[in-house]
C-alpha cells in the first residue's frame, strides 16, 4: 500500500509563497501519477493540481492556475506543489494523493485519486 506524507504548510501573507512536498512510500513511486487537493470546512475537497509520471503531463485547476507548480523528483519518492501569489481563498487544508498508474485521467477529479495523504494546512492571512 502506497503511503503518502505531506510536510510545508503553515501561515503565510497574501502575495507570499509556500512550497508543499510529499514522500511516497511502499510502491513504485515513478508508476504512479499524483496530485494534490485542496479541501476547506464545510467544503467539497477539489482538485488542485496532477502530474503524469515523468512530469511531462501537468493539470491545474483554474483557480490556481498561473499562480501554482507542480514538480516531482522520481529518485526522491517525492512531489512538490509550488505556491506564488497566495490569497486568502487559497486557505485550506492540503492533500497530496496518487493515482494507481502512470497517467491522470483528462478528467481528472478527486474521485480519480487511489491514495491519499493525511493533509497539511495552509493560511493565507489578508
Known amino acids: 500500500q502506497v503511503q503518502l506524507v505531506e510536510s510545508g504548510g503553515g501561515l503565510v501573507q497574501a502575495g507570499g509563497s509556500l512550497r508543499l512536498s510529499c514522500v511516497a512510500s511502499?510502491?513504485?513511486?515513478?508508476?504512479?501519477?499524483m496530485g494534490w487537493l485542496r479541501q476547506v470546512p464545510g467544503k467539497e475537497r477539489e482538485f488542485t493540481a496532477a502530474?503524469?509520471?515523468?512530469?511531462?503531463?501537468?493539470r491545474y485547476a483554474d483557480s490556481v492556475k498561473g499562480r501554482f507548480t507542480i514538480s516531482r523528483d522520481n529518485a526522491k519518492n517525492t512531489v512538490y506543489l509550488q505556491m506564488n501569489g497566495l490569497k486568502p481563498e487559497d486557505t485550506a487544508v492540503y492533500y497530496c494523493?496518487?493515482?494507481?498508474?502512470?497517467?491522470?485521467?483528462?478528467?481528472?477529479?478527486?474521485?480519480?485519486?487511489?491514495?491519499w495523504g493525511q493533509g497539511t494546512q495552509v493560511t493565507v492571512s489578508s
Open positions: 511502499g510502491g513504485t513511486f515513478s508508476n504512479i501519477a
Open positions: 494523493a496518487g493515482i494507481r498508474g502512470p497517467y491522470y485521467r483528462d478528467n481528472v477529479k478527486t474521485e480519480s485519486f487511489d491514495y
Open positions: 502530474i503524469s509520471w515523468n512530469a511531462l503531463s501537468t
